[in-house]
């Protein structure tokens, strides 16, 4: 059975992944009056260009109908079936308007909700792969990986309170009491939802305090930023330092991701 893989651009795909039969739909990034497609029409360098310059933040929302449809249509002449791993369900209505496409379709559409984003999205394709390999069903496989959110353990820093401001995440009085106080939020997935792990004061402590709450992985560790390639750098060498014998690797977080956290924002991600 020859199995299309999709997921959308939230998603982190390494430098060296694997793009057999794998099929990214664009998340969509609204400003002002214009819409723009993720990674598409975009760059990221114009991205951060547009997030430092404006006054109003960015928003994000879910892929265009027309471009899941368009690329579903295609899809159905090739593949007998097709695996779709994306967003948190809890975050995004991405989930609900692949499902609300794939209706109309003659072959087969499975859904599986991440309940993250980013490197595990594609980590989550990885193991999918390797369970079709094994002549497992494409059933069988959502099936499994659905449940395999809890293996992502996470941590996120929010380098802006201006952007969480601006995006209506805080209100202003949190925004001025984080302000005086330098107190860094670390947010963490957990069931799909964004939650807070931790008010930390001063960016170094909260930097520690995120080091300190992850354990040795017999998998990769990532470090993934947005627009900050050096102060993930630093942070890998931190746990490194920490973890000597543990396999760390650096990528970016989608533009999606800085519109709520601001440029200089970064995750840690491993796998239990």
Not at 3 to 29: C, E, F, G, M
Not at 59 to 77: G, M, R, T
Request: glycine share 6%; hydrophobic share 40%; proline share 4%.
């Amino acid at each position: 059975m020859k199995i299309a893989w999709v997921t959308d651009s939230s998603a982190y795909l390494p430098k060296d992944a694997n793009h057999s039969d794998l099929y990214v739909v664009p998340l969509q990034i609204n400003h002002e009056n214009n819409t723009f497609k993720d990674g598409i029409d975009l760059s990221t360098e114009a991205f951060y260009e547009l997030l430092s310059r404006s006054e109003s933040s960015p928003k994000s929302s879910q892929p265009a109908v027309y471009d899941i449809e368009n690329l579903f249509q295609a899809l159905e002449k090739e593949y007998d079936a097709i695996i779709a791993v994306l967003i948190s369900q809890q975050i995004s209505g991405t989930y609900d308007t692949v499902a609300s496409a794939a209706k109309s379709l003659s072959i087969p559409v499975h859904l599986v909700d991440s309940k993250i984003v980013s490197w595990p999205l594609y980590d989550l394709i990885e193991q999918g792969r390797m369970l079709a390999k094994e002549g497992v069903t494409p059933l069988s496989i959502t099936q499994t990986l659905n449940e395999k959110y809890v293996m992502y353990y996470n941590r996120i820093f929010v380098a802006d309170l201006n952007q969480l401001l601006k995006g209506g995440r805080i209100g202003k009085v949190g925004f001025l009491v984080g302000s005086l106080l330098k107190i860094h939020p670390i947010l963490k997935f957990k069931e799909g939802t964004i939650q807070v792990a931790h008010k930390i004061r001063t960016r170094k402590r909260a930097i520690l305090q995120m080091i300190n709450d992850f354990e040795p992985t017999s998998s990769d560790m990532w470090v993934l930023h947005c627009g900050d390639e050096k102060t993930a750098k630093e942070v890998k060498q931190q746990l490194q330092l920490k973890f000597q014998t543990q396999t760390i690797k650096v990528g970016d977080l989608s533009p999606i991701i800085a519109i709520h956290g601001g440029q200089g924002s970064f995750a840690i991600v491993s796998k239990v």
